[in-house]
């Protein structure tokens, strides 16, 4: 049972922007904090930005100012905004909960060239 399906990662020069998505089943999505994470190449997973229930946000340090974080709670999907990528955000991008995780999906790679 697919939990998790994330998409909207590409190959991006520096300075360039994208969205990614995530849809999420209604078991993992409704009462959840949710959460974006992304591994780089021989490196953790890393947490990126989380979204509580009621919309607040947290960004790592590395990413605030540049990516956004929403979600719609109509359509079971988390979304990351991400503007000014720098060559150090190329990494494969998960979304799953925050405090509860279930098993993780395929991800999304994410590719910026200097």
């Known amino acids: 049972q697919v939990q998790l399906v994330e998409s909207g990662g590409a190959l991006v020069q520096a300075g360039g922007s994208l969205r990614l998505s995530c849809v999420a089943s209604?078991?993992?999505?409704?009462?959840?904090?949710m959460a974006w994470y992304r591994q780089a190449p021989g490196k953790q997973r890393e947490l990126v930005a989380h979204i509580t229930t009621g919309g607040g946000t947290n960004y790592a340090d590395s990413v605030k100012g540049r990516f956004t974080i929403s979600r719609d709670n109509a359509k079971n999907t988390v979304y990351l905004q991400m503007n000014t990528l720098k060559p150090e955000d190329t990494a494969v991008y998960y979304c799953n909960g925050r405090w509860h995780t279930v098993p993780w999906g395929q991800g999304t790679q994410v590719t910026v060239s200097s």
């Open positions: 209604g078991s993992v999505f409704s009462f959840n904090d």
